[in-house]
């Protein structure tokens, strides 16, 4: 069915368990694009027919989301998220990668590019965030699922109640969304899928404040970074937002900045065309 629609399924080893991956063969330095939360690889269904073709291109579900494995009492967090792309990057064989990074992946690929710099053509932020920075702000939902003691009482709510679970999911995630088409037909999809995902949501929820502060030690090495960065926001995006686009463009120095107007957090889903132009467009370091 994959080959039929363009693209290899993989199974890669992490450790007893499998990540899921789907390779589009193409030309070029592979562009490897990553999801965040609560979201899967379905986030790019409209951004990959505008990569490929020429290029080749790697989409993957982080253990614990979308058809990867879901171990249960795994410890989901953003270093070992870090750890599934890089035995990805091994398994496929992927050398001086454009790496994309949107939402919550912004901190496993920010750190594996900083840490293997000769293995990045280019990187690619969209919508994403690693550390705290003044004008960032959590969706009310991330808000609820994220603070201590709040967090608890929030869980068991939704727990206890799927309608409430649904609604809020599909009113939060729909406000990423600015194409109403797009939104009426990618939000209860994502949803059907995030249900068995909801171990890792905790758990990444859980290690988001602390990955953020942590971060922050990171400054030097991403003003170090020379290789060459894009960062391409959706403008009407409140959370991660202008200026949170506009600090990523101070902290790299051999940074590019987009700002979309009319696309909100799912940039890629709002405006694919314009995304995939400026994917293709970077420059090679």
Do not use: C
């Amino acid at each position: 069915m994959g080959e039929a629609m363009g693209y290899r399924e993989a199974w890669v080893p992490r450790g007893q368990h499998r990540i899921y991956a789907r390779e589009y063969p193409g030309e070029g330095p592979p562009v490897v694009l990553l999801h965040g939360f609560p979201d899967n690889l379905r986030l790019y269904d409209r951004l990959v027919p505008h990569l490929h073709p020429p290029r080749r291109v790697v989409t993957f579900d982080f253990l614990g989301w979308g058809a990867s494995d879901k171990p249960a009492r795994y410890p989901y967090t953003a270093s070992n998220q870090t750890g599934d792309l890089d035995v990805v990057v091994d398994q496929l064989a992927l050398e001086r990668m454009v790496l994309v990074a949107h939402d919550a992946s912004g901190p496993p690929a920010i750190d594996w590019a900083l840490s293997h710099p000769e293995r990045i053509a280019a990187l690619v932020l969209l919508n994403t965030y690693y550390g705290w920075m003044k004008a960032l702000r959590r969706p009310q939902a991330i808000f609820l699922y994220s603070t201590p003691i709040l967090r608890n009482l929030a869980r068991l709510a939704v727990s206890r109640f799927e309608a409430l679970d649904q609604a809020l999911y599909r009113w939060q995630v729909g406000r990423f969304i600015n194409d109403s088409a797009a939104r009426d037909e990618l939000v209860p999809l994502l949803y059907s899928q995030f249900r068995p995902a909801r171990p890792a949501f905790w758990s990444l929820n859980n290690d988001l404040l602390g990955t953020v502060i942590s971060r922050r030690r990171m400054i030097p090495a991403m003003r170090g970074f020379s290789r060459p960065v894009r960062i391409i926001f959706g403008a009407a995006d409140p959370y991660l937002n202008i200026g949170v686009a506009k600090r990523f463009h101070q902290l790299f120095p051999n940074s590019e900045l987009f700002l979309l107007p009319d696309a909100r957090h799912y940039v890629q889903v709002d405006q694919p065309e314009k995304v995939a132009s400026l994917v293709l467009s970077t420059p090679a370091g």
